[in-house]
């Protein structure tokens, strides 16, 4: 493999690219010649560390990748030829190579390109992605979807060695190789987690596997030999042994795969070369890669991890000002649950910490290294997380499962059946809940509020800070049964952090402020605005904490003692908090104006997440001007009511 650094820091000025200049789409591309692409590949890579230095985001990935995207786009007739993206953090170099170039500026920004392939931007954005594992099931339905029409279009999958420890992907490829299909499964292997076989020899045999020569030979074989089937299945035996000797493919060909690689996915006359021929065979084919996350800058190479993405690289003032006292970083909400977990941990032997392939993300890292026989990745499987805490839970373990609230919603049967119907000790620890900005709305935590609250036995909590935060976290672990705490992304207010691990009486809001006659019933991290609006409005404003069960005092007092309830929560109106308020009045026959705010019915696009809060009417301005328009037509209907 290619150990050459190309770029040692990234490029304050965009660098000079004349070939990629020419190149706006891949038919353009496709016009180069062979000799002309790793010129092109340099240029392209001097252009995305630029670009995204420019703007942050997703890095390494797109960087590991860049030559096998050139390589795709050559070989193939994209976009007639579908290629699917698996999770899609690595599908920039794609979208510069997809018409896209001037546009890389506004990446992840509000109203720019979204962070991820997405159809409604390109025709070359074949399947939206943002979740793991959905690229083979994709391009395989497309894969049918054209033999149903005749017509003679390739399907690619390029998926990654972590989304491959997804049950989804072997799902898929089972099917795949059971019907048949015309399909291309390329493996983007960049951790070596399945073969550190590449070399000189692997790539020969490679070229060699993929070739015509090969293949027709192989087919001729197979044809003369179905009418002896006992030789059938000794030739059929001695090639599987063939391939085992000089590469990790048996498991691929046993699902009906035929296997070719590893082969050094930085080297694009090898990866043309390997298409090319690939290309012109019909049926399931699997091609695995070898590549290096971060590839061509030496930091990221050195550190995959942390630069998986990065933020905006500011410039540097020529006169660099005094330097500033520094003050302590404000801990962000998993951070709070990291530091929550090793203190509970601590105390009680049978806490068990687990994550589905999100250590970093949801602050486990120290958790991990002070309680490793406690600590369970499980890899990209969020099914498998949940019924391993139920297991865990019913032979006396206390399991606190980590989870994005986007990727909970892949394991929902597990979390219904496994764990709620069982009444198991499980507790949920849900990260990224409500919007989350520039990752748009594949990982905005929109829905778990409605999907949550709905089931039986389930306790449902939301904090409104960090201090409280902590607190339901130890309320939910204290609790004997299934138990919810979810938290969004980033910093919360502020608040001074109670080391004491206390659990809070269940089901019980708090008043925060008195007021007259407005009552907003907070649910959750908008109680910042909740005051701000409540101060400019003279309103009373609770706490709520607990969307299940309610604090049905708490709101037959406000309902009481007030003209209008208002219900605020950062997720879908429809079956979230507010629903659950309205539910409860009806049932008890009070009669009450109620406003429910939060998310619309609609997926909110990506963008700064105070940008999407005012979006959405979610800031203190939009929710002073909802309950003011709330109040003008109250007005005005007893005025009618009052008209004899």
Not at 79 to 108: C, F, N
Not at 232 to 256: N, Y
Not at 461 to 479: H, I, V, W, Y
Request: hydrophobic share 40%.
């Amino acid at each position: 493999m290619q150990d050459t650094y190309l770029f040692k820091e990234i490029p304050s000025q965009r660098p000079n690219t004349p070939l990629l200049d020419r190149v706006e789409t891949p038919d353009q591309l496709r016009l180069l010649s062979e000799q002309q692409l790793p010129q092109l590949a340099r240029e392209l890579r001097a252009f995305l560390l630029w670009s995204v230095g420019q703007t942050g985001g997703h890095f390494g990935a797109g960087l590991g990748v860049l030559e096998l995207t050139v390589a795709l786009h050559y070989v193939f007739n994209t976009p007639e030829d579908r290629l699917v993206w698996d999770v899609g953090h690595q599908a920039y170099p794609h979208k510069i190579l997809t018409g896209r170039r001037d546009r890389m500026g506004s990446i992840r920004k509000k109203t720019g390109l979204a962070g991820f392939p997405k159809r409604a931007e390109s025709p070359y954005d074949t399947f939206g992605v943002g979740h793991s594992s959905t690229s083979i099931s994709a391009a395989l339905g497309m894969a049918i979807s054209a033999q149903m029409q005749r017509i003679a279009r390739k399907s690619i999958a390029v998926i990654g060695d972590g989304a491959m420890t997804a049950g989804m992907a072997f799902e898929a490829l089972n099917h795949a190789g059971h019907i048949r299909a015309d399909l291309l499964v390329i493996l983007n292997d960049n951790d070596m987690s399945i073969s550190h076989n590449v070399g000189g020899l692997s790539n020969y045999f490679a070229k060699l596997l993929a070739s015509r020569t090969y293949n027709q030979v192989r087919d001729g074989s197979k044809r003369v030999l179905q009418a002896t089937p006992n030789l059938m299945a000794l030739a059929r035996k001695t090639e599987e042994h063939f391939k085992g000797m000089i590469s990790p493919g048996t498991l691929f060909e046993e699902l009906g795969f035929n296997y070719i690689g590893p082969i050094d996915g930085h080297d694009l006359p090898l990866l043309v070369e390997t298409l090319e021929n690939i290309r012109e065979l019909d049926g399931p084919q699997f091609l695995h890669v070898v590549t290096k996350k971060g590839k061509g800058f030496a930091q990221a190479e050195a550190d995959p991890i942390g630069y998986h993405a990065i933020n905006k690289i500011e410039p540097v003032p020529a006169n660099k000002p005094a330097p500033v006292v520094s003050t302590p970083k404000q801990p962000k909400y998993a951070n709070v649950f990291g530091q929550w977990l090793c203190d509970s941990a601590e105390q009680d032997t049978r806490v068990v910490g687990i994550t589905p392939a999100m250590c970093e993300g949801s602050d486990l890292v120290a958790f991990a290294a002070r309680f490793p026989d406690r600590y369970y990745d499980v890899a990209i499987a969020e099914q498998h997380a949940v019924t391993l805490a139920a297991g865990l839970a019913c032979d006396g373990s206390k399991p606190v499962v980590a989870i994005y609230s986007t990727f909970l919603q892949r394991a929902y049967d597990q979390l219904i059946h496994d764990v709620a119907i069982q009444n198991l000790d499980v507790l949920f620890a849900i990260d990224r809940a409500g919007l989350v900005g520039e990752d748009g709305p594949t990982h905005a935590g929109a829905f778990d509020l409605s999907y949550l609250r709905c089931i039986p036995n389930l306790l449902v909590m939301a904090p409104s800070d960090e201090n409280e935060t902590r607190q339901l976290l130890q309320t939910g672990l204290s609790f004997e049964g299934p138990a919810a705490v979810r938290y969004p992304r980033g910093t919360g207010p502020g608040a001074t952090i109670e080391q004491q691990l206390t659990p809070l009486a269940i089901g019980k809001g708090r008043r925060i402020r008195e007021g007259s006659s407005i009552a907003i019933l907070n649910f959750g991290t908008l109680l910042t605005p909740a005051l701000e609006v409540a101060n400019r409005l003279d309103a009373t404003v609770a706490d709520m904490r607990f969307v299940k069960p309610l604090d049905e005092a708490l709101i037959r007092e406000l309902a009481a003692q007030h003209n209008l309830l208002v219900t605020l929560e950062e997720n879908a109106i429809a079956g979230g908090a507010g629903s659950a308020v309205a539910e409860y009045l009806n049932a008890e026959g009070i009669t009450q104006p109620i406003l429910n705010l939060g998310l619309p019915d609609r997926f909110v696009d990506h963008g700064k997440h105070s940008e999407l809060l005012a979006e959405c009417g979610l800031d203190a301005n939009g929710i002073q001007t909802s309950i003011e328009q709330r109040l003008e037509r109250m007005k005005r209907h007893l005025t009618l009511k009052a008209v004899p």
